[in-house]
């Protein structure tokens, strides 16, 4: 039994943490998400730099490795910050897709640019009617001669507005909740068709509704075999689950953080409100909250790590996604409460994590979501 | 025990029902029921009406403009006006300031002021919390010095809520720091247009600038503006804080916000081809939060009854208090459950008035997460629900 991160997992997290301390206060974040594209390409770029961009990818990919454990040590650290930078959108998500699915050619095409920096990606997966059934797909892609047709609309689409490319994922057989039938296509971002309606998330992210109309993509262009994209999006969505689970981890440690400290310099009543027993209590238990869920999602980290299969694997996410959000609503309500009403302005960054937290909370299945797929699977 | 009505309550229910079908302006309730922002203006129109009718202000005595209806006919008004989406009159002017002039305020205070809060034509806003004294109003800092016929005020007041629409303020102000805090506080009306009188807004979690810090320097207002005696001033806003806390509890808005939710979820699909309401996880949280509604009802209903036969509301409203802002929380959670993805774009302008586009993510739901950010307030402030707790232990308890 052994917890400890490895050599190259602690240099890592020294020099995510060492970037967020130094790099990314609460003001230069917010100067990011006030930008016209709403995160920094020079971060970006730094990310590359530092090789953050090769964690997702396998080792016999170019990669880091792949593995979830060094996943959750950057996105723990990455929670800490609030760092808006697309990493989940183009690296865990589309990655994960290429990784699973692509070709020879495709990964070569893909991969190495992602890494460098240079491109960027958005997975087209929900839809307005699909709530978090990834297998609920209505938009169709239909064989026309050595093309493929989309039509649909899809929303929610993480990075939609920076994306050069979009993973569009469209039934090409079977009916809307089929599980067979699903595809994945490799779609330009300024194809003719395609209209994005774009927009800022409330967490500050910026996302897009993507309408595809009559548009056309070579077949050479589909990401893995035809129908058979379903369990490499589960994956994929799976992994970005246990990235958000440890992102809300290492956000909820500096909302603890920031509400002890407050409680200890707040005075009315003439003294500090943290000597208040039943504030001390409640404190406490944000605290148990955050242990708990940081247990948890090393749990499913080191599941996904191993050579479980398939199903406890995915058991395992969805164990993780429903503990961290009955955490997230406990922490980030007792945060705001604790705090008082200087918590619900702009002006202060508890809020700002109050609202990413739960933001995470809705994404990829929320905890009721996520509570029936443990007990189901 | 009997919690019917009569048959003139009913046909008083009738009535009101009848008023609102037919005097309720079209444009508002299309912006109610569509989530849309109401302005100033919408209040104000809202409120006239109301006033012509002669029907806003049931609490008020009869000799300055109340209805003289009795606890039911209080609480009929309230839940229809709630369950028909109409807003109440903002509280600021109606329910916080005009009672402590008609109480504690000298004859001309009350011909000069009340006229114009009954008929809007006078926005008011509060001056309590300060930066430095939330929880702990008692230690406001906010100094008002007597100089000739005036006093000269000067400090910050934080949280005014829509103080930048207010034309005038009324603050608890410091007379006396040489005595037990609670003891050197005044009450004091002030213009808003006096000199020296600064506000800035203060942007919340959902974007909009709710509420503001309203700063005084050396601002000088008439000493005619004093409510009562001076260094009074904090026994008359407590006795106010808990005679004057009718629908503490928002039941009307919480069951119009279930009613709404209900439908919503019977028409929200689960991805699965059938709807969330068919979800018995999601069917039992939408039936405790309406149990918990209905004996918070019937707990409101107990008070209310109280009052009637004369016994003074206590520390109950500090239930009432606590149990509807958590019950409000709670129902705005399950708004964000029901919405899933669609509670996350912040796209404010599809909520103003004269926006034509199509909305992004589905109805009303497409603001759900920024309403239930905005509405974490409800149990800080009007006394933070630890405050009602420590009532609760100190007052009932005897702790």
């Known amino acids: 039994m052994d917890f400890s991160y490895s050599d190259e997992q602690q240099m890592l997290q020294d020099s995510v943490q060492k970037f967020v301390m130094s790099q990314y206060d609460f003001d230069t974040r917010r100067k990011y998400l006030e930008s016209e594209k709403g995160f920094s390409d020079e971060a970006w770029n730094l990310f590359a730099e530092l090789g953050w961009l090769t964690v997702p990818f396998k080792e016999e990919d170019g990669g880091f490795g792949g593995s979830a454990v060094d996943l959750m040590v950057v996105m723990e650290e990455f929670g800490k910050g609030m760092v808006v930078e697309p990493f989940i959108p183009t690296g865990v998500i589309s990655g994960g897709l290429i990784t699973d699915l692509g070709s020879a050619e495709q990964k070569e095409a893909l991969i190495g640019a992602i890494m460098e920096g240079s491109l960027q990606l958005a997975t087209a997966y929900a839809e307005a009617d699909s709530r978090y059934n990834l297998a609920a797909v209505a938009t169709t892609a239909t064989k026309n001669g050595d093309d493929y047709v989309l039509n649909g609309t899809k929303i929610q689409v993480l990075n939609g507005p920076a994306a050069d490319k979009l993973l569009v994922v469209a039934r090409t057989s079977g009916g809307q909740f089929d599980r067979d039938g699903i595809s994945v296509f490799i779609v330009d971002a300024a194809a003719t068709g395609i209209s994005k309606r774009e927009y800022t998330n409330v967490d500050g992210h910026r996302a897009a509704e993507i309408h595809l109309k009559d548009v056309k993509v070579a077949a050479s262009e589909l990401l893995g075999a035809e129908g058979a994209a379903l369990p490499a999006l589960e994956a994929a969505i799976d992994r970005a689950t246990l990235a958000v689970g440890a992102e809300a981890v290492g956000a909820m440690d500096s909302l603890l953080k920031k509400t002890v400290e407050y409680a200890k310099t707040r005075k009315q009543f003439g003294v500090a409100i943290g000597t208040f027993q039943a504030l001390q209590h409640r404190m406490s238990e944000m605290f148990i909250e955050c242990q708990l869920a940081r247990s948890i999602v090393i749990m499913a980290a080191m599941k996904l790590d191993s050579s479980a299969t398939v199903q406890e694997k995915a058991k395992a996410v969805s164990a993780a996604k429903s503990r961290v959000g009955r955490a997230i609503r406990k922490v980030g309500q007792e945060a705001v409460q604790i705090h008082g009403g200087i918590a619900v302005t702009d002006e202060l960054d508890v809020g700002h994590y109050f609202k990413r937290v739960t933001t995470i909370e809705h994404l990829f299945g929320n905890t009721d979501f996520h509570t029936l797929r443990y007990a189901r699977l | ?399």
């Open chain 2, 1 to 399: 025990m009997n919690a019917d009505f009569t048959a003139e309550e009913l046909e008083f229910q009738k009535e009101v029902r009848q008023f609102l079908e037919a005097e309720f302006p079209k444009d508002i309730k299309h912006k109610v029921d569509n989530g849309i922002r109401l302005e100033k203006d919408d209040y104000v129109r809202w409120q006239k009406i109301l006033y012509k009718k002669g029907w806003v202000a049931p609490n008020w005595p009869v000799e300055y403009g109340g209805t003289g209806w009795n606890p039911t006919q209080k609480y009929i008004f309230a839940m229809e006006m709630g369950l028909y989406g109409a807003m109440e009159p903002v509280a600021f002017g109606m329910k916080m300031v005009a009672p402590v002039i008609y109480s504690f305020g000298n004859e001309e205070q009350k011909k000069r002021f009340l006229p114009d809060i009954l008929a809007s034509n006078v926005w008011w806003c509060q001056g309590y919390s300060e930066p430095n004294a939330g929880s702990d109003l008692a230690s406001l800092k906010t100094t008002a010095v007597r100089d000739g016929d005036h006093y000269v005020v000067n400090g910050t007041k934080t949280w005014t809520t829509l103080g930048q629409h207010a034309d005038w303020i009324f603050c608890l102000v410091r007379t006396d720091s040489t005595v037990k805090k609670q003891e050197g506080i005044s009450f004091l009306l002030i213009d808003m247009k006096t000199p020296g009188i600064k506000v800035s807004p203060i942007v919340l979690l959902d974007g909009e600038p709710e509420v503001n810090e309203v700063h005084f320097d050396n601002v000088r207002v008439p000493a005619e503006n004093l409510i009562g005696e001076e260094n009074k001033g904090w026994t008359y806003a407590k006795v106010l804080l808990t005679h004057e806390r009718t629908n503490i509890a928002q039941v009307p808005n919480s069951k119009l916000k279930l009613r709404k939710l209900h439908n919503l979820a019977a028409n929200t699909p689960d991805g699965n081809g059938g709807t969330l309401l068919d979800d018995p996880m999601f069917a039992r949280k939408l039936a405790e939060v309406d149990i918990q509604v209905l004996a918070l009802e019937y707990a409101e209903l107990r008070t209310l009854a109280a009052v009637s036969v004369g016994k003074a509301p206590g520390p109950e409203s500090s239930i009432l208090k606590i149990v509807g802002t958590e019950a409000t929380q709670f129902i705005d959670e399950l708004y964000m459950e029901v919405a899933a993805y669609h509670c996350m774009p912040h796209v404010p302008e599809q909520f103003t008035e004269g926006f034509e586009g199509e909305r992004v993510a589905k109805g009303t739901l497409a603001s759900s997460a920024n309403v239930y950010f905005n509405n974490r307030k409800k149990s800080i402030y009007g006394g933070s629900n630890e405050v009602q707790k420590n009532i609760i232990s100190k007052a009932v308890l005897g702790l």
